[in-house]
């Protein structure tokens, strides 16, 4: 089992940033694919950005792209999104996920996560 807990969501600004985290505990993650998802109130919760099981491909939804970016640091067990020029659009639950299996990348990204944190709510304001 893999246990995942989000940080770093928080009220900011339209133009801010934020840093999320997410800690990965009860196993290790290296071998797998990991992503970020959102959802907004009244919304279905979508991909955001996710990192390929090798660590060699990023992928990012077209809404974010250019604005985050996501990277994940096996030695810590940690995925992190940086996201920049934050929209009231933006406004949601984040959560990360990890692949249900190692070795193996999934398209489309949600339905291939197997292991969810609770989320972090980020609030941009206009």
């Known amino acids: 089992q893999v246990q995942l807990v989000e940080s770093g969501g928080g009220l900011v600004q339209a133009g801010g940033s934020l840093r999320l985290s997410c800690a990965a505990s009860?196993?290790?993650?290296?071998?797998?694919?990991v992503g970020w998802f959102r959802q907004a109130p009244g919304k279905e919760r979508e991909f955001v950005a996710g990192v390929s099981w090798s660590g060699t491909n990023t992928y990012y939804a077209a809404s974010v792209k250019g604005r985050f970016t996501v990277s994940r640091d096996n030695a810590k067990n940690t995925l992190y999104l940086q996201m920049n020029s934050l929209e009231p659009e933006d406004t949601a639950v984040y959560y990360c996920a990890v692949g249900r299996l190692p070795n193996r990348d999934y398209a489309p990204w949600l339905d291939g996560m197997g292991y969810w944190g609770s989320g972090t709510l980020v609030t941009v304001s206009s």
């Open positions: 009860g196993r290790t993650f290296s071998n797998y694919a």
